[in-house]
């Protein structure tokens, strides 16, 4: 893993996702924290377009930038729903620049969202791990499981209720007969 220097706002660590980059000062909204980079690729060669990686950042529809050099330290950054940074995209420039939209913490993830496409196609399947998904996945298991045992207390107090029913006095043309005399008198009557 490369060394960062104290210089720096950030520093790579290990996350609920695997590796992810950390502030190690604090970020204003606005400031340029790191750039996304590595070589060029043009999609109309066909050796770069073939080229399979998670960490390939779309410029446009023609360049992409292959950030899968261990030097990229943007490449750490994780998925996020509800991120703290962004990307600026420069397609003319070939540059990406991550930006924070929200003060960061020393200590915080560094994060940001990687769009609907890579979303659809990496995350989506094994489903997100960011913090704000795992909230919700919590929130609706402890709603489930609430109304599970809401369910289970309702049909505790259904069943004790005809069980009531069934103790009492059972009546059989008029009469009325407890357990095991009504079930010897509707016998003989039968």
């Known amino acids: 893993m490369p060394a960062t220097s104290s210089q720096k706002p950030y520093r790579v660590g290990r996350s609920k996702t ?54 990229n330290l943007a490449r750490y950054i994780n998925h996020s729903c509800r991120p703290n940074a962004e990307s600026d995209v420069r397609p003319r420039e070939r540059k990406v620049f991550i930006r924070a939209i929200k003060n960061i913490e020393p200590g915080d993830e560094i994060n940001y969202d990687y769009g609907t496409d890579y979303f659809k196609a990496y995350l989506k399947p094994i489903g997100c791990k960011c913090a704000s998904c795992e909230n919700k996945r919590k929130k609706l298991r402890a709603d489930a499981r609430a109304e599970r045992s809401k369910v289970k207390a309702r049909t505790e107090r259904k069943a004790k209720k005809v069980g009531a029913k069934g103790a009492k006095k059972k009546k059989l043309n008029g009469k009325a007969l407890n357990g095991k005399a009504a079930s010897a008198t509707a016998r003989k009557s039968a």
């Open 18 to 71: 695997g590796l992810g980059l950390f502030a190690t000062k604090p970020i204003k909204k606005g400031t340029r924290i790191i750039r996304y980079f590595g070589p060029i690729l043009d999609s109309r060669i066909p050796e770069h377009d073939a080229i399979e990686n998670k960490y390939l950042f779309e410029l446009n529809g023609r360049w992409t930038i292959d950030g899968s050099l261990r030097k």
